[in-house]
């Protein structure tokens, strides 16, 4: 599966962005996808993760309430939408797959995508 993350930018606090995957190659129904970000200086984080259906879906607690993870398996695309964004939200976001199903854990996701940089100014 190759991933492509597009969507990233610099905006305000307060403002939104949506964040998209792209994926080919494979079928992308059959892998859970997860949105992972990492800060400078920081270690890589969970943020959202979603089954193959979509049924079940995971956030990080500094997340929930304000950002939506979903999925259209007909365009193989995974989306990340974020409101209210925040200064701590800066990091260069990623998207994976994994046939493990929807983790928390980086080590079971299977392909990475390149990482899109999402910047909150104040």
Do not use: H
């Amino acid at each position: 599966v190759q991933l492509q993350a597009s969507g990233g930018g610099l905006v305000q606090v307060g403002d939104s962005l949506r964040l998209s995957c792209a994926a080919s190659g494979r079928t992308f129904a059959n892998y859970g996808m997860g949105w992972f970000r990492q800060a400078p200086g920081k270690e890589r984080e969970f943020v959202a993760a979603i089954s193959s259906g979509g049924t079940y879906i995971y956030y990080t607690d500094s997340v929930k309430g304000r950002f939506t993870i979903s999925r259209n398996n007909a365009k193989n695309t995974v989306y990340l939408q974020m409101d209210s964004l925040k200064p701590e939200d800066t990091a260069v976001y990623y998207c994976a797959a994994g046939r493990a199903g929807p983790r928390r854990e980086e080590s079971l996701y299977d392909y990475w995508g390149q990482g899109t940089q999402v910047t909150v100014s104040s």
